[in-house]
């Protein structure tokens, strides 16, 4: 399972992790079909709060402590796995604040893109 299909089933333990896209899909021909809509799965938020744990992390701001949170590895190496398998790329040092807030950005967007609801301030 990819680094991102993991955040998104410890979010959706009932979603099928198969079908979640970690990054956007390449360009397809003029005459291709779109692809599927996906599926609203729930907010996103309510989940996370009610995790054990989550009162004491800032997880909707900081990547490290939402994948702490969801017991995941927060180490550097795997934030730049997690980077490289949904294609983020910033100018900002890896590891650096701005780069991690980036990073979780990029994340939240890719949940939502794949059915998660998020609140004005995640999205």
Not at 35 to 61: C, E, Y
Request: without cysteine.
């Amino acid at each position: 399972m990819s680094f991102f299909g993991k955040i998104f089933s410890k979010i959706f333990p009932s979603a099928n992790a198969a079908e979640v896209v970690a990054a956007p899909p390449a360009p397809a021909a003029a005459t291709a079909a779109a692809p599927p809509a996906s599926i609203p799965l729930g907010d996103v938020a309510p989940i996370l709060d009610a995790m054990p744990g989550a009162a004491g992390l800032n997880w909707r701001t900081s990547i490290v402590d939402l994948l702490k949170l969801l017991g995941l590895d927060s180490s550097l190496t795997a934030r730049k796995e997690l980077a490289n398998e949904i294609m983020f790329s910033d100018n900002g040092e890896p590891g650096s604040a701005a780069w991690n807030i980036a990073l979780h950005k990029q994340v939240m967007s890719r949940i939502a893109a794949n059915g998660g609801t998020l609140p004005a301030d995640l999205g």
